[in-house]
């Protein structure tokens, strides 16, 4: 069950790490803290404001930090909320927004499958990656808990819901990720929360829909007895008797039609997203980016972002390690700095 948190820490995850280093070397923490704004005066950062509940009686208490730098990094949601919170126009802040939208297509094998056990995500494909220039879809395996698999399965009535989950522990997910071409965007509501606004363009809709037809293709020939999209109603393609096999190519060929006939539409099916990305990107002008290619606001003097909301676009991979070396540019520019 790595996947849904390692109780060993085998995962050298950023807590036994990052978080570790930084400790040792004298760093402070304060956690379940709920940063509301940055404060600045004459250009530049004069530090944070917002609160965090008392450990002991759980009160809401006032925080201030007053710094000569700061570094927002909250992610492609949370830092565009901050920056907005805080008063500042750039009006790239909270655009741009890239998610690498996902469908998922479920295999049902004979044999029990337990996603959510062994190891994460062992099988890959780039074979789409380019249907459109360099944006196209990849398949990634994925591990899925019982919890997951129900938030995602079609609602068709308390019954079929039922008969729906007992086939979980048979189920694979199967998943097509989108290097997508659109984008969407971060705001905030009346209580300075964010709030986002995004769905597939039509290339990306296109995409996707190949790629949902491509894994049922894949898991009927891998054996598997059945496939579903979270298309709602259920789009659901079975072999006869459950069996390996035992379909016929213009039957598996009448359901990719349907499966192109019922498009994309809001939760039906149900999407997911693999990566946020790209609502404070860097660039080399503020007329079309909330940093320069060093992570520093622009027209602010202290204020830096350090997080995937930097990336300029969606890069089509897990941009994990991307985000890492944009984190780290910054932090030596910082240093550089003196």
């Known amino acids: 069950a790595c996947g849904y948190g390692c109780p060993f820490g ?22 379940g803290c709920d940063v509301r704004r940055v404060t600045m005066a004459n250009g530049a950062v004069t530090g944070i404001e917002g609160w965090a509940a008392d450990s002991e009686t759980g009160e809401r208490r006032s925080v201030t930090v007053r710094a000569p730098r ?25 655009q741009h927004l890239r998610l690498h939208p996902v469908a998922v297509v479920a295999g049902q094998y004979a044999e029990p499958i337990h996603a959510w056990e062994g190891s994460l995500q062992t099988v890959y494909s780039r074979q789409f990656a380019n249907l459109t220039g360099n944006y196209g879809i990849w398949f990634e ?21 039922k008969t729906e989950m007992l086939r979980a522990p048979h189920l694979a997910a199967m998943i097509v990720l989108a290097r997508d071409t659109g984008e969407g965007s971060v705001t905030l509501d009346r209580y300075g929360d964010p709030v986002l606004d995004y769905f597939p363009n039509t290339t990306d809709q296109r995409h996707l829909i190949r790629g ?36 016929t190519e213009k039957r598996l060929s009448a359901h990719l039609d ?33 940093t320069d290619p060093y992570g520093k606001v622009w027209g602010v003097r202290g204020l830096y972002v350090g997080d995937g909301s930097l990336l300029p676009t969606a890069p089509g991979v897990n941009p994990m390690l991307s985000i890492y070396g944009a984190a780290y540019r910054v932090g030596q520019a910082i240093l550089a700095e003196g």
């Open 10 to 31: 085998r995962k050298q995850s950023t807590m036994i790490t990052y978080l570790q280093d930084a400790s040792e070397k004298g760093a402070r923490m304060l956690v």
């Open 70 to 94: 700061v570094i927002v990094a909250g992610g492609a949601v949370e830092s565009p909320a901050l920056l907005l919170r805080s008063g500042l126009r750039n009006p790239n802040i909270g």
């Open 258 to 290: 349907e499966i192109t006939a019922r498009g994309l539409r809001p939760n039906a099916p149900m999407l997911f997203s693999a990566h946020q990305m790209g609502t404070a990107r860097m660039g080399g002008s503020a007329k079309t980016a909330v």
């Open 212 to 247: 949902m037809r491509e894994l049922v293709k894949v898991a009927m020939a891998g054996g598997a007895v059945g496939a579903t999209t979270l298309h709602s109603p259920t789009l659901r393609f079975e072999a006869d008797n459950l069996k390996p096999g035992g379909y």
């Open 141 to 161: 395996v994925a591990p899925a808990h019982p919890g997951l698999l129900s938030l995602a399965t079609p609602w068709d009535g308390g019954q079929a819901f």
